[in-house]
């Protein structure tokens, strides 16, 4: 019993996913288990499989990099904020960063006359490789 008691408390102690929504523990071994480290907000940080093939698929806020899954269709539900969606190729932001970018107040963001484009459509159309997450 003791044993375990302190097997849990490891498994406590394990680092999570730098995905502050995923919330899964990192094994061991990450690089045996599909964990990868990727480069967020300047640091290396630790993703597991899931959510570091999110990321790859720029599936992230690109202002925060909180990453959403495809198959999570309510992007609300996934950290309790609202997200906008580039009009060109479907990649989503959270609201409040989009807000605090454009120095806009939140009415101004969601309102149907605000369109957001990501930063890799706003490069010239001529090398941009899409991507469209849910299709």
């Not at 680092?15 to 071994?29: D, E, F």
């Not at 990727?38 to 806020?61: F, I, P």
């Not at 990099?65 to 190729?89: F, M, P, R, V």
Request: hydrophobic residues 25%; contains cysteine; charged residues 35%.
């Amino acid at each position: 019993m003791l044993i375990r008691a302190v097997e849990d408390d490891l498994a406590k102690q394990a680092p999570k996913c730098a995905n502050q929504c995923c919330g899964k523990r990192q094994p061991k071994k990450a690089q045996n288990h599909g964990w990868k480290r990727r480069s967020m907000a300047g640091h290396k940080k630790w993703l597991c499989e899931g959510c570091s093939r999110a990321y790859d698929n720029k599936q992230y806020c690109e202002y925060c990099a909180q990453i959403y899954l495809k198959s999570n269709l309510e992007y609300s539900g996934l950290d309790g904020k609202e997200w906008a969606q580039c009009e060109n190729c479907y990649r989503w932001a959270h609201v409040d960063c989009l807000r605090k970018k454009y120095k806009m107040k939140r009415e101004e963001v969601i309102a149907d006359t605000f369109k957001y484009t990501c930063c890799g459509c706003k490069v010239k159309k001529g090398g941009i490789k899409r991507y469209r997450p849910g299709y």
